[in-house]
T-cell receptor
Framework: KNQVEQSPQSLIILEGKNCTLQ??????????LRWYKQDTGRGPVSLTI?????NTKSNGRYTATLDADTKQSSLHITASQLSDSASYIC?????????????FGTGTRLKVLA | NAGVMQNPRHLVRRRGQEARLRCSPM?????VYWYRQLPEEGLKFMVY????????ESGMPKERFSAEFPKEGPSILRIQQVVRGDSAAYFC?????????????FGPGTRLTVT
């Protein structure tokens, strides 16, 4: 069964600190992995997209890693800011029957405190 | 270039009524995806449409739910005879192509409350 699991469920950190969010997946056949940021009451916004051959990708203070062998990904946030408070969602896509299926994790809720 | 637009942003319906959710994709995008997000849960794929065609509706409940994306106008997600369990946030996303490297852009969502 295609599944995406994220940990932790929620996280509280102080402004300026770093944090790492985890994503494990059992999706086949793997196509790509995306991290999204979803602010409360809004739609998700893409942070990174990684294909099978990519190990790491950065977008400003966000750095995503992918280990396709162990089927794990992480999102590292450096020097957190109050505006980083949001849900972070890992999405894995699989190409089946000519179209892409997108399997969403339940997200990690990050709260950054001053 | 305006982003993906959804309306209404909030919709309240009584049990048994119909709900119509609209999604206008980004300019130049002909692929639309609908997702449902129940409270405290992740987004779940419902349906994928191109202009005038349903490509994949494997995530749609078999009854009461339908979707269309006409040649002109927005994509519509229709829920007939709503029940309390339909209360959720419904997001649509659009992309230029259904491809590995093409981004999906999400709208702000429609929050449906069934009373």
């Amino acid at each position: 069964k295609n599944q995406v699991e994220q940990s932790p469920q929620s996280l509280i950190i102080l402004e300026g600190k770093n944090c790492t969010l985890q994503c494990n997946y059992t999706v086949s056949p793997f196509s790509n992995l995306r991290w999204y940021k979803q602010d409360t009451g809004r739609g998700p916004v893409s942070l990174t997209i990684m294909t099978f051959s990519e190990n790491t990708k950065s977008n400003g203070r966000y750095t995503a890693t992918l280990d396709a062998d162990t089927k794990q990904s992480s999102l590292h946030i450096t020097a957190s800011q109050l505006s980083d408070s949001a849900s972070y969602i890992c999405v894995v896509s699989a190409r089946t029957s000519g179209t892409y299926k997108y399997i969403f994790g339940t997200g990690t809720r990050l709260k950054v405190l001053a | 270039n305006a982003g993906v637009m959804q309306n209404p942003r909030h919709l309240v319906r009584r049990r048994g009524q119909e709900a119509r959710l609209r999604c206008s994709p980004m300019k130049g995008h002909s692929h639309v995806y609908w997702y449902r997000q129940l409270p405290e849960e992740g987004l779940k794929f419902m349906v994928y449409l191109q202009k005038e065609n349903i490509i994949d509706e494997s995530g749609m409940p078999k009854e009461r739910f339908s979707a269309e994306f006409p040649k002109e106008g927005p994509s519509i997600l229709r829920i007939q005879q709503v029940v309390r369990g339909d209360s959720a946030a419904y997001f649509c996303a659009s992309s230029e192509r259904d491809s590995n490297s093409y981004e999906q852009y999400f709208g702000p969502g429609t929050r449906l409350t069934v009373t």
